[in-house]
């Protein structure tokens, strides 16, 4: 299929639907076309509702200066805070914006609107009550005329002199090879929520929307764009066996932790370090904790949980006998992930969205805008909606590179079984091997040694990969995804490598560093592809807290 559009969006979650309703705002005459892996009214993190904006500054009560002190404190210093500015001066007025389409943002008895706190300073946590707003967003996307495609997944961009012209990918039902061409680009695909291996052993068990295997990481790295935060992988204390947050929605309302002695954990903020030192340190399992709440408070945390966030928690409980009235929830650490919206990771972008580069955009999760959440996704979505509607006006189309298409259609197709029978091994067991390697050598506790095996499997692996074949165009897509996980890794061990001193308390652990070191660390490590040899290119930049 050959398509040709004004602004591609691939991804049509939080970020990329944001952008595409914005764009055509801004201009009803520019054609948008979003590409999407799965099908968009359940697609990405979002999948149901979500249970509140998590930053939002409100004119009065915050101010955007005290939300840049909050992200420096839980980016560790690595951040630009002219970003986490940026997202703050513009966070009230997508809440309003989400609430002139439907969204409720419940309010107390003064008639204001329910702030919780869960940053070190500052409560910019805004209550919503939205259990369907991924389906009010893809019908905003449909009422503004933005053409969608579903199930195609975009596997590389198409760059020409540094301008990226398109993107190509294929359907995994049908196998139907896709060329777009675009005068302007958004990624707007997610995180790498298939890093690790959760402790359930389930692949796609995972805290994270599993669609999202870093496949924008891959191709922006692929394409020649800036990337940086790879050094700090991200989990969670969560749902044991069961990868669903909760902190966030029982701890601001009063629940407790406790560890296995039965003792309470003191929390300074909702820092999950502290949770996850408990369990490291041999005083775990862990357990939240909600027997002295009042009925009320129980009822409204088994509402958010049980609606909102995913409506299968229910059945979960009753299999297991628990009631919060009287059960506690065990805490378990979940896989790690790489994300520009709960960690630091991502496409380097500035304050206009726009990436290294030219007509590229990359918004949400797939953006390094420190810890930024829904929140961040919304504002940089809309932010390169605008750009990207105003650059398209004044930007001629490019003539795709054909041979760079024709050699991807090859290299994707030679690992398709035309017989239907596929390999002994499977890409499902590929990734099992992959993301059991990166829980043994690439993430925390780090040291040299750890992750040069890593880079030695991951070039391994890479040969594995010319070797095994899908059985059907599902499986094709399992090993792209596969490609990218690799990719992600590589970029995760050489960041990790390069920074020799501790940070982000787990998260960055080096054994033969064990001591955090601003002297010399105080910078964001930005990995690029070699334009000759390929190979990753590593770069120190200073923070600048100029003027912030
Ligand atoms: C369980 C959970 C609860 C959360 N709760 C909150 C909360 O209460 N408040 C808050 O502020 N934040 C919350 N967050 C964070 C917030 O939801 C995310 O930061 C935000 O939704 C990310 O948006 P995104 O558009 O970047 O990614 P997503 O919404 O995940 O969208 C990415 C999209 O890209 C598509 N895609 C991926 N790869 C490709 C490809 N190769 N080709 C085509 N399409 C592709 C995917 O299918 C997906 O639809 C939560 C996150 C999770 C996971």
Known sequence: MDLETDILIIGGGSAGCMAAIVAKEQNPN???????????????????????????????????????????????????????????????????????????????????????????KGA??????????????????????????????????????????????????????????????????GGCARFSLPNSGYLYGIFDYPGNAGDGYSMAFRAGAKLTGFEC???????????CPLLYITLTR??????????????????????LKELHEGRGPIFIKMNHLPEEKIQDIERILFTTERPTQKKFWEGRGIDFREGMIELGETEFQLCGGHGITGILVNEKAETS?????????????????????FVFGEIAGKNAATLVRKTQRQELDKSFIKAEEKRIFKMFDEKGEGTDITPTELEYKVRRMISDYVVPPKN???????????????????????????????????????DCAELSTTASLERKESRWGWFHYRTDYPEQDDKNWLSRIILEKDGESGEIKVALQPVDNRGL
């Open 30 to 120: 520019v054609d948008v076309l979003i590409i999407e892996k799965g099908e968009i009214h359940r697609s990405g993190s979002i999948a149901m509702g979500m249970d509140a904006l998590n930053i939002v500054v409100q004119p009065g009560k915050a101010s955007s200066e005290t939300y840049v002190e909050s992200a420096r404190i839980a980016a560790g210093g690595i951040l630009d805070p002219k970003l986490s500015y940026v997202l703050a001066e513009n966070s009230f007025s997508m809440l309003k914006r989400l609430e002139d389409w439907g969204v409720r943002f419940p309010r107390n008895d003064d008639g204001e609107y329910i702030t919780l706190q869960v940053h070190a």
């Open 124 to 189: 910019f946590m805004v209550e919503m009550d939205a259990p369907d707003l991924k389906v009010i967003l893809a019908q905003k996307v449909e009422e503004v005329g933005v053409r969608v495609i579903n199930r195609v997944i975009i596997t590389n961009l198409l760059v020409s002199k540094r301008r990226v012209t398109g993107a190509i990918g294929f359907n995994y039902r049908t196998g139907e090879f896709t060329v777009c061409s675009a005068k302007a680009t958004i990624l707007a695909n």
């Open 233 to 243: 992988p991200q989990s969670s204390p969560l749902i044991k066996d069961f990868n």
């Open 254 to 275: 009063g629940a407790e932790v406790i560890n296995a002695f039965g003792d309470k954990i003191v929390l300074e903020y909702l820092s999950t370090q502290t949770m």
């Open 357 to 377: 580069l030219k007509n590229l955009y990359a918004v949400g999760d797939v953006a390094s805008v420190p810890m930024q959440h829904l929140s961040g996704a």
């Open 448 to 486: 040299e040694r750890k992750l040069q095996e890593a880079l030695w499997w991951i070039q391994r692996f890479r040969n594995d990969l010319k070797t095994i074949k899908a059985k059907d165009y599902h499986e094709l897509s399992r090993l792209e995804e596969v490609r990218f996980i690799l």
